[in-house]
């Protein structure tokens, strides 16, 4: 069975970088180059979803992490 075209293209423009600032395009470009790869060379199924989804979890998780300022002394932490 084929795989949909339109599948592919419905997770991976989450891996985009063009619009992020410059200093964090480079923190999120292995991540597209990665869910690419797997695009390419995984079948479609629910296994390469997962793959897809937790890897964009990941990048996330890298540009905020990137994003955030160095000094966070002044967050007040709460229990």
Known sequence: MTEPLAAPDRMLK???????????????????????????EIPAGPERTVALRK???AKDAAVRSAAMPDDISHLRVTE
């Open 14 to 40: 989450f891996f985009s970088f063009a619009h992020l600032r410059a200093d964090l395009q480079p923190i999120s470009r292995p991540f597209s180059d990665l869910a690419h790869f797997l695009v390419s």
């Open 55 to 57: 890897l964009l979890e």
